[in-house]
């Protein structure tokens, strides 16, 4: 059976977690979007299954259009997630580690999960009993800063490249303390390698390249990499286009060039995939949505190993979470 014909028949050879989409933002600017199958969304439960996605994280963007980031803008993005993605999507919300043992355990045919994110500190206004709010509402990775400075940090576009702020390193231990993981795909280079040295726990990219393949400023450096590999941390390959090459059209096949470099650093166990569906307006050809995930699978399989697929697809990323979400309260 070749990939199309199990993209149609609802079947992937191999199960998918993609760390990275915008698809709360699109729904909260659009509410009249269905998540099941709605064609104006990238990421739909319908395509979910089709790709064998058995985990999505959904990420809370506050976009610049919506003026000053609020508070309430990241409970409307938790509400939809609540409401569209695990009520009427049937996804179930992953929060704890106990829980990652049932990750494998979806059948072809039946609902994923879906993780929550805050992309940028923007939207806590500073306050530490939001973030304590967010996590109670089951929000497990928090990404520092957007592109620019905010409150806790600088982000990777802000010219003075500064770290944190006296507030941010507060952060930083209340999510060391708390078990909320951090992602550092838009954190300034400073505010990188301050939070090496801060954070007591692995941190991620949730969706950056290796900047040594193309030289855009949200890819992260050989140094970086191999940093995330030395504390055990995971890297997100993303398909953003213009963070692959600057060729007009780009196709899967310019992806590869990226793991290999990530896998030449020493991260074959440190790559997974972090896609930005729905957070672009451009994609790879032929891999703009989850249900292409099989083919891409196949494209994968024809270069390296089905153990190394298999662990950028999918098993990378579950061993982060199984050794580092907390541990629910009152289980053993």
């Not at 089709?50 to 976009?63: E, R």
């Not at 805050?118 to 939001?130: H, I, M, P, R, S």
């Not at 231990?173 to 726990?201: I, P, Q, T, Y």
């Not at 990226?258 to 440190?270: T, W, Y």
Request: some cysteine; glycine content about 10%.
């Amino acid at each position: 059976m070749n990939p199309e014909e199990r993209q149609h028949q609802g079947q992937s050879s191999f199960p998918v977690a993609d760390f990275h989409c915008d698809a709360l933002s699109k729904m909260v600017e659009e509410p009249a979007i269905r998540f099941e199958d709605d064609p104006r969304l990238d990421v739909t439960a319908e395509r979910l299954l089709a790709g064998g996605v058995h985990l999505q994280c959904f990420a809370i963007y506050l976009s610049e259009k919506w003026g000053k980031p609020r508070f309430e803008q990241v409970l409307s993005q938790i509400e939809k997630f609540r409401g569209k993605v695990v009520g009427k999507g049937g996804l179930r919300p992953l929060r704890w580690r106990e829980e990652t043992a049932e990750l494998t355990k979806r059948p072809s045919n039946g609902p994923g999960w879906g993780m929550l994110s805050l992309e940028g500190a923007d939207g806590l206004e500073g306050n530490l009993f939001y973030a304590e709010l967010i996590f109670e509402l089951g929000v497990r990775f928090l990404g520092l800063t957007w592109n620019y400075a905010n409150w806790a940090a600088d982000g990777v576009l802000e010219k003075r490249n500064a770290g944190f702020t006296e507030k941010g390193r507060e952060l930083v231990k209340w999510c060391n303390d708390s078990g909320m993981l951090l992602d550092v795909s838009h954190l300034s280079e400073s505010g990188f390698w301050e939070l090496a040295e801060l954070s007591k726990r692995p941190f991620i990219a949730s969706h950056s390249n290796a900047r040594s393949i193309f030289a855009h400023p949200r890819n992260l450096t050989d140094d970086q990499i191999r940093a995330i590999i030395g504390m055990d941390g995971r890297m997100g390959l993303t398909f953003v286009p213009y963070f692959v090459t600057d060729r007009k059209e780009v196709v899967p096949e310019d992806l590869l060039r990226h793991i290999e470099h990530v896998c030449a650093l020493g991260g074959e166990k440190h790559l997974m995939l972090g896609s930005d569906f729905d957070g672009i307006d451009s994609w790879i050809k032929g891999l703009g949505h989850p249900g292409h995930y099989p083919a891409f699978a196949e494209l994968l399989l024809r270069h390296y190993s089905e153990e190394s697929v298999k662990g950028w697809l999918y098993g990378n990323a579950v061993s982060y979470l199984t050794s580092n979400l907390p541990r629910e309260p009152g289980v053993k």
